[in-house]
């Protein structure tokens, strides 16, 4: 019912930026909260960054003031703009999208995963 396209994935040196984008598509009646997580190597997935459909955001303690996630309604798009990468960023990122699929009914979707690597 909903597909996510993610992109802006790479190889990137330490204290360099990479933007990821995440445009979803589909059958769907509005788009509630987006958000990024991402799973590293023998980790768990966890949150990155999520924003709401009021624009509300949160962001993992680690990532506070040098991720920026925002979203374009109009395009049903999510961005994370990633500054001052580190080497403990390295993971595969993933967009989640809550959308409503039918009256009273929301369900969380994700894409495929792109590879964020920084070297030291």
């Known amino acids: 019912q909903v597909q996510l396209v993610e992109s802006g994935g790479g190889l990137v040196q330490a204290g360099g930026s990479l933007r990821l984008s995440c445009a979803a598509s589909?059958?769907?009646?509005?788009?509630?909260?987006m958000g990024w997580y991402r799973q590293a190597p023998g980790n768990q997935r966890e949150l990155v960054a999520r924003i709401t459909s009021g624009d509300s955001t949160n962001y993992a303690d680690s990532v506070k003031g040098r991720f920026t996630i925002s979203r374009d309604n109009r395009k049903n798009t999510v961005y994370l703009q990633m500054d001052s990468l580190k080497p403990e960023d390295t993971a595969v990122y993933y967009c989640?999208?809550?959308?409503?699929?039918?009256?009273?009914?929301?369900?969380?979707?994700w894409g495929q995963g792109t590879q964020v690597t920084v070297s030291s």
């Open positions: 989640n999208v809550n959308a409503r699929v039918r009256v009273g009914v929301y369900r969380d979707y």
């Open positions: 589909g059958r769907f009646f509005s788009i509630n909260a």
